[in-house]
């Protein structure tokens, strides 16, 4: 079996008791049993962890060490994508293959009519399914956890201090095959966001606006980029303190994927099993005048994402093309098909089956792909088409007041995102006919979220 877990001391790490299975005769009851187990799965996924800590070659990406490591011996996908960048429907098109168009979840309600999540398709196979969560917000919505019999819901631990009580908890039940671990973790979401002191100081400042920081308003003669402080009337802290935080948070990230990885590989090499680390978010830092914004807007910063397999058969990726993009949306078709549930190729729901690729060290398929975020009828959605990206945002609801990045009669920004990666040139009037374009496509092809989301139905929960 080729080395592509960290296998160090893996005779030690596996139990007495399971090699001592290994050699006794297989009893009469066993006989009708497969001889391979089932491949395990350990899904780890992240809210607001942004694709430049760990694209080679960037600036920040010397915060992940370990992560970058793992990505040479499987396929790092450093510039995928999220169909949203908000956590509990990204999660469910993770687990779904679908965008929110179609599997309607927001918070606490039930998934539209056929929408199956891949915990529940594991459980139907007979997999022992279990979760561990550091997010109670995740936890407590209900569509995330069907198929899933034990949920430790642990919002009040770091992410390293969650990884080794998973790590203790799992320990090397892995190696018997059939067991699908999901672990959330949030700390980089966390620590940098302003305290309620923050948020009570700016809406008595007549700002209102949650942390959704203005750089042009912060930018003050002397104090540039200003952000508040913890203090209700204490002293304004620059930006850089909360990009130190987050990028503090970034590595007690990697410590707990290192933790994560070193504790569970040798059971789960055992089982022929798969690792899957995946941001579902990115997070805005300063861009486009926005601080801590996932879910407002729809530029780069907040959709590029990371994603990671590891497996016995996945081979790592050549830097991917530019326009050669992954997606949330394929990690569940992939999944399905490496672990033996169905073999579909190319496009399935919203996403596409890169198993094959992934065996074969090819790149993501070339595509259009489609994100949105908010709900219907004030919700935006972008187009990305070869270099070019289109956001349409609808006309402004009269109950808010109009804002230049929301006028009365809606917007269209038009980006060619080789030449303007930051997304600085707004196209739309100079490019009009290609604007006009993708906006009809974009318009026949994604759907806006349904404006009631279905009754929860507790009685589907397992």
């Not at 309607?104 to 199956?116: F, M």
């Not at 398709?121 to 007979?126: M, S």
């Not at 987050?246 to 410590?255: G, I, Q, S």
């Not at 933790?259 to 579902?280: D, K, Q, R």
Request: proline share 9%.
């Amino acid at each position: 079996m080729r080395d592509w877990f960290v296998t160090s001391n893996v005779t030690r790490a596996l139990p007495l008791v399971l090699l001592m299975q290994a050699l006794l005769p297989s009893s009469p009851a066993s006989a009708s049993e497969p001889s391979t187990p089932a491949p395990s799965l350990v899904v780890v996924t992240i809210s607001s962890l942004r694709s430049d800590r760990l694209e080679s070659g960037s600036a920040h990406s010397s915060h992940m060490p370990y992560l970058q490591a793992m990505g040479q011996r499987g396929a790092l996908m450093a510039r995928a994508r999220t169909p949203v960048p908000e956590t509990i429907p990204a999660l469910a098109s993770l687990f779904t293959g679908r965008d929110p168009s179609h599997h309607g979840v927001y918070e606490d309600n039930q998934a539209s009519d056929g929408i199956v999540s891949l915990a529940q398709r594991l459980a139907d196979r007979g997999y022992e399914n279990s979760a561990w969560l550091g997010d109670a917000h995740v936890a407590a919505t209900p569509f995330l956890t069907l198929g899933i019999t034990d949920v430790h819901p642990l919002p009040e631990k770091s992410d390293t201090a969650l990884a080794r009580t998973v790590v203790n908890a799992v320990g090397n039940s892995l190696a018997a095959g059939s067991r699908f671990i999901w672990i959330h973790l949030s700390g980089v979401s966390a620590p940098y966001i302003p305290q309620v002191s923050d948020l009570l100081a700016i809406r008595d400042q007549g700002r209102n606006r949650a942390w959704r920081f203005s750089m042009a308003e912060s930018n003050r003669p002397g104090k540039p980029h200003l952000l508040p402080s913890a203090a209700v009337n204490g002293p304004m802290r620059e930006a850089g303190f909360y990009m130190d935080s987050y990028d503090a948070a970034v590595r007690d990230l990697d410590r707990a994927i290192e933790i994560i990885e070193t504790g569970l590989a040798p059971s789960l090499a055992a089982s022929g099993g798969y690792m899957v680390v995946a941001s579902v978010h990115g997070e805005s830092l300063g861009e486009h005048g926005q601080w801590f914004s996932h879910g407002h807007t729809l530029y780069e910063e907040e959709l590029l994402v990371p994603i990671l397999i590891l497996g016995p058969d996945i081979k790592p990726l050549p830097a991917p093309m530019k326009d050669s993009w992954a997606s949330l949306n394929d990690l569940t078709p992939t999944l399905a098909d490496l672990l033996g549930l169905e073999v579909s190729t190319g496009r399935v729901g919203d996403g596409f089956n890169l198993a094959g690729r992934l065996r074969t060290a090819s790149a993501p398929p070339s595509r259009s792909l489609t994100s949105g975020q908010g709900r219907p009828p004030y919700s935006q959605a972008l187009l990305s088409e070869g270099r070019f990206k289109l956001i349409v945002t609808p006309p402004r609801p009269p109950t808010i007041e109009e804002t230049s990045a929301w006028p009365a009669d809606g917007a269209r920004e038009l980006y060619e995102l080789h030449g303007d990666p930051l997304e600085t040139e707004n196209l739309a009037r100079s490019r009009g006919g290609l604007s006009h374009h993708l906006a009809i496509f974009l318009q026949r092809n994604y759907p806006p979220w349904p404006k009631t989301p279905p009754a929860l139905d507790r009685s589907r929960r397992r």
